[in-house]
Nanobody, 119 residues
Framework: QVQLVESGGGLVQAGGSLRLSCVAS????????MGWYRQAPEKQRELVAT???????NYAGSVKGRFTISRDNAKTPVYLQMSSLKPEDTAVYYC?????????????WGQGTQVTVSS
């Protein structure tokens, strides 16, 4: 099992910055990918950014160049630095971890943290 706890959300004006943190605990050795997803009201959850064990990153087109996913040498915590925020970035942001065990991928989610960008 993996437990994920996010922090760092809040209210910010358009053009501002926020940094989200996600701390993983439990069976973190077998985590292969960590990432951030978001869900705005009445919309589906969507990928924001991911980072693999090898450090390969992937970003949604809408955040590329504005958001940066990173981590320290350890697998946790994982950060999401968000800059040049726009009102359309308003959403609940969820940390995700994929754990590989016995050839099967297991998905884990945090409880989410609210990010609100005012215009």
């Amino acid at each position: 099992q993996v437990q994920l706890v996010e922090s760092g959300g809040g209210l910010v004006q358009a053009g501002g910055s926020l940094r989200l943190s996600c701390v993983a605990s439990g069976s973190i050795r077998s985590i292969s990918v960590m990432g951030w997803y978001r869900q705005a009201p009445e919309k589906q959850r969507e990928l924001v950014a991911t980072i693999t064990n090898g450090g390969t990153t992937n970003y949604a087109g809408s955040v590329k160049g504005r958001f940066t996913i990173s981590r320290d040498n350890a697998k946790t915590p994982v950060y999401l630095q968000m800059s040049s925020l726009k009102p359309e970035d308003t959403a609940v942001y969820y940390c995700n971890a994929i754990r590989k065990w016995m050839g099967v991928d297991y998905d884990y989610w945090g409880q989410g943290t609210q990010v609100t960008v005012s215009s």
